[in-house]
């Protein structure tokens, strides 16, 4: 690919040997400075296809030349520490800010002059508006993860963020999925694209994942968690539920049966999410998230997706179970459904183009065993679909397309609304 002696040696000392597909057609592509939109699914390497080039082709003491805008605080740190690894010259340096953070501190790390800035987007706009943020000279702009981002509202504060960057630029957009809007996105702002789809559309779910799902009374979900867990004995899984309250109690069930496990979901403070994300990578069994994990985090080792509550929308089962099976390792998803849900098993095997088996399991001996999700408090679950209500605060909720980035609603106009979704 003709890069930099020194830069194959940082990427040697982080043990990138050999490029993966998606670094090896987006690279040579990438550095030739045109417009790219890359269709391929997590856990493929896209970090590296973007941030090789930027590094390869920046310029010394050029400034603030390249943003990264990612749809999680999560993602965000996973990409900053890639940029300090392979940190060669003070040209290199990057900066990351997210919501939920101190904006004091992100703004004093942008007066360093940061080549690289890598955020989410309600930050980067109320940087942007606070005069901290000039994107008046990049050179590149990346957009991961653009389904998620879509998916979560974000696509106004896109559309915001990219008017505030140079027309001359070079945009790579990397995205699991293709939706139509994202296509219009790139349209608009993109010039003379080159499209490229790495790997099958089948592959989209990876197609090692073993699909298994039992059909299930509300009442007796956690039963059927518990019977899986002992059939199946997971190395390490992830399990997928609806809202921050459900976590929570699955996590304190669990603990009482004497399983333990790691919690993730936007109602912990962003150190607690660092240290859950650090002690699940360490060798913990389980970890209990909200949807706030299942894109763009890079974990080894992951055996079992469960989904303890099924989407109701086809697309974030495929981000979900693309947790397990990374780089072509084996893997199995479990879904329980409600009684009442037996139609999202059609909608998911007709997207993905999977057959899922049904499971019928052995729960008689968890019968008595209840997470208890709050009866009478406006929590709970009636066929393992979440009950809603309004108020609260706290970050990673989102409600009709408004989205909240760091503990408030941001929409592409700035304020207002105090009603969401608990997620």
């Known amino acids: 690919m003709n890069l930099k002696p020194e830069l194959v040696e940082a990427l040697k000392r982080i043990n990138f040997i050999k490029a993966t597909d998606v670094q090896e057609q987006v690279i040579p592509i990438a550095l030739t400075g045109k417009d790219v939109i890359v269709r391929a699914k997590t856990g493929t390497g896209k970090t590296g296809a973007f941030l090789i080039p ?5 310029a010394a003491n050029e400034g603030t030349h390249a943003l990264v805008v990612v749809p999680t605080r999560e993602l965000a740190m996973q990409i900053y520490d890639f940029t300090r690894k392979l940190r060669l010259y003070q040209r290199e340096n990057a900066a990351v800010v997210y919501g939920g953070a101190s904006i004091n501190i992100q703004i004093q790390s942008l007066r360093h002059n940061p080549g690289i800035v890598i955020g989410t987007p309600g930050r980067i706009i109320d940087l942007i508006e606070r005069g901290a943020l000039d994107l008046s000279r990049i050179r590149f702009l990346v957009l991961d993860e653009a389904d998620t981002m879509l998916d979560m509202g974000f696509i106004d504060d896109i559309e915001f963020i990219m008017s505030k960057t140079p027309e001359r630029k070079q945009t790579l957009l990397f995205s699991a999925t293709m939706p139509e809007r ?26 090692k994942i073993k699909h298994y799902y039992c059909i299930s009374e509300g009442r007796f979900k956690f039963a059927n ?19 921050q309250y459900a976590a929570d109690a699955i996590y304190n069930a669990l603990r009482k049966q004497g399983i333990e496990s790691i919690l993730l979901h936007g109602g912990l403070t962003q150190a607690k999410r660092e240290h859950s994300m650090r002690t699940f990578k360490r060798g913990a069994q389980f970890l209990i998230a909200t949807n706030i994990a299942a894109r763009g985090i890079d974990i080894e080792g992951i055996s079992d997706v469960i989904n303890f509550d099924i989407p109701e929308d086809p697309h974030v089962y495929v981000h979900r179970v693309g947790r397990s099976a990374r780089m072509n390792a084996d893997g199995k998803a479990f879904s329980i459904v409600g009684v009442n849900q037996k139609n999202l098993i059609r909608d998911i095997e007709y997207m993905t183009n999977v057959q899922m088996e049904r499971l019928t399991l052995d729960f008689e001996q968890f019968r008595d065993a209840r997470a208890f999700m709050g009866e009478g408090r406006g929590h709970g679950f009636d066929e393992g679909r979440p009950r809603f209500r309004g108020g609260g605060g706290g970050g990673g909720r989102f ?23 608990r997620r």
Request: charged share 20%; no cysteine.
């Open 182 to 207: 994202i296509i219009n996105v790139a349209r608009r702002h993109m010039h003379e694209f080159s499209y490229m789809k790495i790997g099958n559309e089948e592959e989209l779910v990876v197609n």
């Open 54 to 58: 930027i590094i390869q082709s920046g």
């Open 399 to 421: 409600y009709r397309g408004g989205h909240q980035d760091n503990g408030r609603f941001r929409s592409h106009h700035g304020r207002g609304g105090n009603m969401h979704y």
């Open 225 to 243: 968690l518990l019977a899986y867990i002992k059939q199946f004995s997971p190395k390490k899984a992830i399990i997928f539920v609806q809202t």
